[in-house]
């Protein structure tokens, strides 16, 4: 019965900095502590769910008629993994489009024909997402054997 509250316990962590701080969100320093929070939270909830095996429990509690497939630990973690390749190459993708871009658009006020090359860095960062999702592609393919 705890494995249908386990989301709901999931999603809770990861909002109660922001909604504990968010009277306090007007500063650099506390959106960073909320940030810091969110985080730690995150990877205690990431924590929980390598120590459990949730999906041997769920295997077990279905019995042999009850569930047609059963996802392991090992599918779990490979749809994590794939999940975090896209995300965490997602968040890189921003923060260098983030800092090529507004240069960029300085560049091109100032000299047109540097268009091209502006173009060039700004599309680089974005490339960082497209791998990300490639890795994602392959792990998710390589999991589901």
């Known amino acids: 019965m705890i494995i249908y509250f386990l989301p709901l316990i ?4 990861l909002c109660v ?8 969100l ?3 320093k506390a959106c960073k502590k909320a940030f810091i929070g969110n985080l730690c939270s995150f990877a205690g909830v990431m924590l929980i769910a390598l120590i459990l095996p949730i999906g041997d429990i ?5 019995g042999e008629g009850g569930a047609a497939a059963v996802i392991s630990t090992g599918t779990g ?7 975090l390749a896209v995300g965490l190459s997602c968040i890189g993708s921003g923060i260098a489009v983030a800092a090529g871009a507004p240069a960029a658009i300085g560049a091109v006020s100032e000299d047109p024909k540097a268009f091209v090359k502006a173009l060039i860095f700004v599309v680089l960062g974005e490339g960082i997402a497209l791998y990300g999702v490639l890795i994602s592609i392959l792990i998710i ?3 589901s054997k």
């Open 10 to 13: 999931a999603v809770a962590l």
């Open 17 to 24: 900095p922001f909604i504990l701080m968010a009277k306090k």
């Open 26 to 28: 007007k500063t650099g």
């Open 58 to 62: 769920i295997g077990a509690a279905a």
């Open 77 to 83: 973690l490979g749809y994590l993994a794939a999940a």
């Open 141 to 143: 393919s390589n999991v």
